[in-house]
């Protein structure tokens, strides 16, 4: 199966405006004084190619922001709650899992020319494009590392039988294959009531 692909551009096909994408905060309207704060409550698409294998966000699913940004001196700090959606299948019993990831997030996005810039290599800090903050790979990134390698749809699934490749969890609790040497097949018939003389 293909990786995710966590580079590709899913959002806003309409637009090239930075405006025009959800994901991506204006702060000229939070404005850069530190200790300017504004709440941040949105509910925007997720973007393309956010999972592993098994399991992942669908595109264009609601990802619910609850977040406050916050300007400090070196940038803006992006705190808060995030929600969302993620669909898979059960590694165990390959039954579709539907569940809703709740992330908590608190991260410091930095000013071009501020010092944190400055001595951060370049994946080690987030930065401010322009006037834009993008909230987008903040959420990827927390979420593909939140997701689990072998989802299951409960703690304890129990998987297939191996024997009939049915979901054991909607199997009695006895249930088994009584595989029966042919050298007692005989005895079995006897043993079987038979009609009646
Ligand atoms: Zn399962
Ligand atoms: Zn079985």
């Not at 995710?4 to 994901?23: C, F, I, K, L, Y």
């Not at 309207?29 to 709440?39: H, K, N, P, Y």
């Not at 689990?148 to 909607?170: A, F, I, M």
Request: charged share 30%; glycine share 8%.
């Amino acid at each position: 199966m293909p990786a995710a692909s966590s580079h590709r551009r899913g959002a806003a096909p309409s637009g090239r405006r930075p405006a025009a994408d959800p994901w991506k905060v204006d702060l000229r309207e939070l404005g850069r004084r530190a200790g300017s704060m504004r709440d941040w409550e949105k509910t925007v698409p997720a973007q393309a190619g956010w999972g592993i294998e098994m399991i992942g966000v669908p595109e264009g699913a609601h990802v619910e922001l609850h977040l406050r940004l916050e300007s400090v001196m070196e940038g803006v700090l992006v705190s808060g709650e995030v929600d969302v959606p993620v669909t898979g299948q059960c590694a165990r019993c390959l039954e579709p899992i539907e569940d809703t990831v709740h992330l908590d997030v608190q991260e410091l996005y930095a000013y071009e020319g501020s010092t944190t810039e400055a001595t951060s290599e370049e994946d080690e800090v987030r930065r401010i494009d322009g006037d834009f903050l993008d909230l987008a790979p903040l959420v990827r990134d927390t979420v593909v590392l939140t997701l689990p390698l072998s989802p299951t749809c409960t703690p304890d699934c129990s998987g297939l039988c191996v024997d009939c490749g049915l979901r054991l969890d909607d199997l009695p609790a006895d249930h088994t294959h009584e595989v029966l040497d042919p050298r007692w097949a005989g005895l079995a018939d006897r043993f079987t009531p038979s009609k009646e003389n």
